[in-house]
């Protein structure tokens, strides 16, 4: 596996929900470091996506200049695969950006928010 180069970064006002969300949804967990005197505090996390992506993730602070809501694309194998993973991430509190569509530009995709806000484009569009 080639290491990833790129990462989206999101603060979580419940950063261990945000994790358990991030794995419903395909994300495997490759690191929590969490703060030494407070075990609910997650300083870093970390989630690989498929091959080749990720997610870093930290639990909001007070006064923290790195919060808020964010939009990530994640893509997928396959028109049919957008389709269960939107279905999933309602099933664990999401809520709907977008319904299932074609783009003009290929692809069938979705959009949910996350319960702090943060939106999943689910794509099965590639790129060019």
């Given at each position: 596996m080639?290491?990833?180069?790129?990462?989206?970064?999101l603060r979580y006002t419940d950063a261990d929900r945000g994790i358990n969300f991030l794995q419903a949804i395909g994300?495997?967990?490759a690191m929590v470091v969490r703060d030494p005197d407070d075990s609910t505090v997650v300083t870093h996390a970390q989630l690989a996506w498929r091959?080749?992506?990720?997610i870093?993730?930290?639990?909001?602070?007070?006064g923290d200049?790195?919060?808020g809501p964010g939009i990530c694309n994640l893509?997928?194998?396959?028109d049919e695969d957008v389709d269960s993973l939107f279905a999933t991430a309602l099933e664990h509190g999401a809520s709907t950006v977008t319904e299932p569509n074609y783009a003009l530009h290929g692809g069938h995709n979705a959009c949910v928010a996350d319960f702090d806000g943060h939106w999943w484009n689910i794509d099965s569009y590639p790129g060019a």
């Open positions: 080639t290491r990833p180069q790129l990462f989206h970064c994300f495997t967990t091959d080749n992506g990720g870093m993730l930290g639990s909001t602070q007070d200049p790195h919060y893509v997928v194998a396959s």
